[in-house]
C-alpha cells in the first residue's frame, strides 16, 4: 500500500529528516511589513527570526487555504497514485489548518485520510513519523489511526521561554501586570499542551536559565508514564546550548529511542521569543505498557 504523510509548519523536524523521510510539510502564512509570506517557502525560520528581533508589531499567522492541500491531495493522489495520503494537522483547537484540510479533502473523497495531532511542535512532528514508520510495516490506515490516537493521549509538549513580551503583544497574555513583573524579576515562564490546548500562563516563581531547564524536567517528567520508550523533539529559537543540555539531562531520566534537535516553527516561536525550548515528548507505540 503506497501512503503519503502530509503535516504543516507548525511540526517541528530537522529538514534533513523531513526530507528522508519524504514528507510534504504545507507552509503556514505569515505576515508583517504589509507582506505575506510561505514558511519555509518565500523565508526560512532562520531568515525569519532575524526579522522578528527588529519587528515592533507581533506577525500574523495563517493558516494555508484549502486549494493549497487541494492541489498537494490532487497531486498525490490522481498523477502520483498513492492508495492513501495521510494529512496530519497542527491541533484544530489552537488553528484553522484543520478546517481547511477537511474542506480540501472532502473534494478528493475516502483517499485523504485527516488526523489531527493534538498538539504542534515536536510532538506533530514525531507523530507524523510514526505514521510513516507504521505505513511502511504494512499496518492498514485503521490500525495506524488506532495507534496513533493511543500514542496522542501519552505525549507532552512543555515549552520554557525568557519572556511574556510577544505573547503580550499577540493578545494572548492579558494581563499587563503579570507582563512588567516577569520582566522585571527576570521571572522565565513554563507553558504545557494539555487537553488540545495551550495552558494559559500562570505566574511562576524565579527562574534562570538554568532554573527553567529544571523546572521543564519536573513538570515533565510528573506528566509523563516513565515506564514507556519516547522519541523526542527539542526545539529552539536561538539556544541551541540550551536544548543540548535538556536532551542530555531528559536521556538520563527516561527511555529515549530517537532524538532530534531543530529550530521552533515560528508558529510557536513568534509568540514565545528568543530563546524559548521546546520538549516534546511521544511514546513509542510498540511499548508493551502503552
Known amino acids: 500500500m503506497k501512503i503519503k504523510i502530509i503535516t504543516d509548519t507548525a ?26 509570506y510561505r514558511l519555509g517557502k518565500d523565508i526560512s525560520f532562520d531568515e525569519y527570526y532575524e526579522i522578528l528581533e527588529s519587528l515592533e508589531e507581533i506577525p500574523t499567522t495563517a493558516a494555508p487555504d484549502p486549494a493549497t492541500f487541494y492541489e498537494a491531495f490532487e497531486k498525490y493522489v490522481k498523477e502520483q497514485k498513492y492508495d492513501y495520503v495521510i494529512c496530519l494537522t497542527v491541533s484544530k483547537e489552537i488553528s484553522a489548518t484543520y478546517s481547511s484540510v477537511a ?142 543540555k535538556l536532551k542530555t539531562k531528559i536521556r538520563d531520566k527516561l527511555n529515549i529511542r530517537n532524538e532530534y534537535v531543530t529550530i521552533a516553527t515560528p508558529i510557536v516561536g513568534t509568540h514565545t521569543g528568543k530563546k524559548t525550548i521546546i520538549l516534546s515528548l511521544v511514546p513509542v507505540f510498540d511499548n508493551k505498557n502503552l
Open 11 to 36: 511540526a517541528d523536524l530537522p529538514l534533513d529528516v523531513i526530507k528522508e523521510n519524504n514528507i510534504e510539510v504545507i507552509p503556514h502564512i505569515i505576515s508583517f511589513e504589509d507582506k505575506a
Open 103 to 244: 474542506i480540501a479533502a472532502k473534494k478528493i473523497g475516502d483517499r485523504v485520510i485527516l488526523v489531527d495531532s493534538d498538539s504542534a511542535s515536536g510532538v506533530q512532528g514525531l507523530i507524523a513519523m510514526q505514521i510513516k514508520e507504521l505505513a511502511n510495516k504494512g499496518n492498514t490506515i485503521g490500525e495506524i489511526k488506532n495507534k496513533i490516537e493511543r500514542t496522542k493521549k501519552e505525549s507532552l509538549l512543555c515549552a520554557g521561554f525568557h519572556t511574556f513580551e510577544n505573547i503580550y503583544k499577540s493578545g494572548r497574555l492579558k494581563s499587563k501586570f503579570i507582563l512588567n513583573a516577569t520582566k522585571f524579576m527576570g521571572i522565565k515562564p513554563i507553558l504545557t499542551l494539555e487537553d488540545k490546548k495551550v495552558l494559559e500562563p500562570k505566574f511562576p516563581g524565579f527562574f534562570s536559565e538554568k532554573q527553567m531547564l529544571k523546572r521543564i524536567m519536573k513538570v515533565s517528567l510528573k506528566r509523563v508514564n516513565r515506564d514507556l520508550i519516547f522519541d523526542m523533539v527539542i526545539s529552539h529559537v536561538d539556544n541551541s546550548a540550551g536544548a543540548d
